[in-house]
């Protein structure tokens, strides 16, 4: 079965050329747009169009292209990875737009992540996050068999739920403080639920939310946005877990 | 007599390594506190050599063209790692690990390379386990495990479907831990573009900072190429879109040999292409064939109806269906290995019996496993895979049949190592898939990401002592050194060049027809007369490329098609290179078919006598023909047989 062709439709795209320059939005206009393309591959016809009519293309961020590598972001239409639900960007498809239709795409609008270039964003404060605990202490070697602690089946599980997270930033993008909580909580989850992660439990909740705070991202007022815009469907049940471990770690101080 | 020396070490197989670690040098303490090694990538292999390294004591510099180490390409592998752990009782053991990788490879790696991968890898299960990777587990608290093609045991460790996330996390988490203590300076968006080579050695790279577009200069005692591999030389494959060769090409224009670069994995089980536009291939993991069985109708007029639409799958009786695997191998049916089921779905789809409207699909059918173990059965192993089915085709695998075509997944080539995974050039090591050394003509599933983490975990945090050692004499390297000056300026003038051009044809555009010229004769079946064309085409299409190619956009800046432009600057050579590569080796082995060397049934026919070497290939100059150094294979452990699957 062949796909359907949207013949006509108008992608408004925020421009900016690099970090300090104003932005704007133009509008574009993509012709011939099967709808089994990804989105990606749409803006990719839309920057072969620009680059043949002497414009600069669209600078974005992807990689992967299957949805692990959390490269790409992209607020399309409103919506953090687009209007599909438990996908991210590069994962759309054209079905999910119409005939006519006008395409808004802007990148993730935090503070803590600059504008790089159009729709290219600066997510280094999610590594600095990780860095400051985001790890179990173990150097290479020396340690002990692979099955000398059980783990419980379940507790294994839900670690991998909350280790599942891509990094991709969808969840401070759509919170309307701009809080990257369930991507602390995704992590500081992980770790809690293993034997492993214990021994340092108290000082990574204190040390990953303490670099979250300074760096600017705002605080979290549970309204579930992020769940929701999440494309791997993180749980905020993680942010309740991460609370918990965060209240341990303030009380023992 | 081969310039090569691979410097395997004596003494039987079993103790080669322990004999080579006792005789190889150790650095101090005070001074791996002096010295500096930059590694390239921050994949499996990169970010665990550069967390290992720098745990030790080195000072590390780790570049990665993503904004995260953490989004490497080894971030989607989906099947899992192998281990020679042996936690089933299956009689799995290191012995068992290292036959069946030295067979899978079709008997063209090297057996001590092989040995020593088996023996380490009990050791990254123990090592990501600690690091608190979440491997399934059973209701007993045990790591659990699964099987992959090929095997007879079940030593697979696996994190649902996303094996390669988790244990890159694993290591990313290592790597964070030495970021933050100051051990390992990361340079995201920092893309190499030159290897800088002082007195014969390797002493630096020069890098581009794809934001500012500032060229940069970085010394170090030794450079670790991790990059990956160069499957995107056809354009469409399984790797990520940045995934590229320009990190490997650099050394090899350098004076480091390139090996076997026709050893190009095809894997059978990838969504097939759609229309023109498509940007890159889907994997479907090979563990569907567990429970999928493969086929295409029996009667030409069926398939034609199916491509014209006017029937669907489920309007064939199973009568009139040709589960061919079934039919050729009847042992191992539709789990024979990678390369054999590839070149099956060819065959029947050059025959006419292919299924899309392109003729480019065979199906891959769950409806008799749902019959004969329900549908929440399936839906609990693969669920995950038929969403993201779903999502790209917007059909529904449970309710008729998955369609799938080969696709290009993974290279067996790389750059030549030795032993200690150094390459002919003294002090630039190469690790991961970026190397070509354990998986010979054929990888075996789940091997890939062992072999990475083999190697930057347990391998070469020892080996690169033995060369470290006498380097502690040489202060921090000089990026004022005439030899910096002049390779900063070799990078700048390249892109400079790529820029002036000024023509009318995106890079895209070349990249495409590079990737067809490719697929077309240096595919899955291969002759002399089209290898020999496919030289010429890529030659034509270079002197094309220099010609007509628009890059737009400004050099300081953020300029993805600049980035590409380079990328596709080498992929252009490399694949001449890699056509060179096949048409000198005139047997089939592994991936590597040539239709010349074939039984009379059609399957693939070793040539021992003639090719039981490693082609490794050192640069001559662009328009001159690089000249080939052979290192023989010497099995002194296993026999070598002719595979058959049958
Ligand atoms: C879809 C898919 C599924 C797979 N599934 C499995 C599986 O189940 N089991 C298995 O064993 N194997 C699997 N493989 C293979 C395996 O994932 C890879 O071979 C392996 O992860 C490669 O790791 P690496 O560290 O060598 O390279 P990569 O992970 O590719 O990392 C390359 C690194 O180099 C950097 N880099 C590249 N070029 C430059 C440059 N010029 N300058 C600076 N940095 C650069 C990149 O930024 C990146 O950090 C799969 C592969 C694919 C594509
Ligand atoms: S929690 Fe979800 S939305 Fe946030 S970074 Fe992780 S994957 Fe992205
Ligand atoms: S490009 Fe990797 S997740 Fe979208």
Known sequence: ?253 | MSILNSNIPEGPISQKWSNHKAKIKVVSPANKRKLEIIVIGTGLAGASAAASLSELGYNVKAFCYQDSPRRAHSIAAQGGINAAKNYQNDNDSVYRLFYDTVKGGDYRSREANVHRLAEVSPNIIDQCVAQGVPFAREYGGLLSNRSFGGVLVSRTFYARGQTGQQLLLGAYSALNRQIGAGGVKMYTRHEMLDLVTIDGKARGIIARDMVTGEIKRFGAHAVVIASGGYGNVFFLSTNAMGCNASASWVCYKKGAFFANPCFVQIHPTCIPVHGSQQSKLTLMSESLRNDGRVWTPRKLEDAEKLRKGIIGPNDIADADRDFYLERRYPSYGNLVPRDVASRAAKERCDAGFGVNSEGKAVYLDFKYSIERLGRSTIEKRYGNLFQMYEKITDHDPYKEPMQIYPAIHYTMGGTWVDYNLMTTIPGLYAIGEANFSDHGANRLGASALMQGLADGYFVLPYTIGDYLAGEIMVPKIDTNLPEFIEAEKGVTTKLEKLFNIKGKTPVDHFHKKLGHIMWEYVGMARNAEGLTKAIKEIQELRVEFYKDLLVPGEMKNVNPELEKAGRVADFIELGELLARDALNRNESCGGHFRVESCTEDGEAKRDDENFAYVAAWEFKGVDSVPVLHKEDLVFETIHLTQRSYK
């Open chain 1, 1 to 253: 079965m062949a796909d359907k062709i949207l013949n006509k439709i108008y992608v408004k795209v925020w421009r900016q050329n690099s970090p300090k320059a104003k932005g704007r939005f133009e509008t574009y206009t993509v012709e011939n747009i099967s709808q089994g393309t990804s989105f990606l591959e749409m803006i990719d016809i839309l920057n072969d169009q620009l680059i043949l009519g002497g414009k600069d293309p669209i600078a974005f961020d992807h990689d992967c292209r299957e949805g692990i590598c959390g490269m790409c972001s992209l607020y399309i239409n409103g919506h953090a990875h687009g209007p599909d639900t438990m996908v991210t960007t590069c994962q759309l498809h054209m079905r999910r737009f119409n005939e006519g239709q006008t395409i808004t795409v802007e990148p993730w609008r935090v503070g803590a992540f600059p504008v790089i270039k159009d729709v290219m964003v600066d997510r280094t404060a999610f590594e600095k996050i990780q860095q400051a605990g985001g790890f179990v202490s173990v150097n290479t070697g020396g340690v002990p068999d692979g099955n000398t602690i059980p783990i419980f089946q379940d507790d294994a599980e839900e670690a991998m739920d909350a280790a599942a997270c891509i990094g991709c930033g969808a969840c401070a993008a759509t919170c309307k403080n701009s809080s990257a909580m369930l991507f602390v909580a995704a992590k500081v989850s992980q770790f809690a639920k293993l034997p492993q992660g214990q021994v340092e439990a108290k000082r990574r909740a204190k040390a990953m939310v303490a670099k979250m705070d300074e760096l600017g991202f705002g605080g979290c007022t549970n309204t579930g946005a992020c769940e929701l815009a999440c494309p791997k469907s993180i749980s905020i049940a993680h942010i309740a877990r991460l609370n918990r471990e965060y209240l341990v770690a303030k009380l023992s101080d």
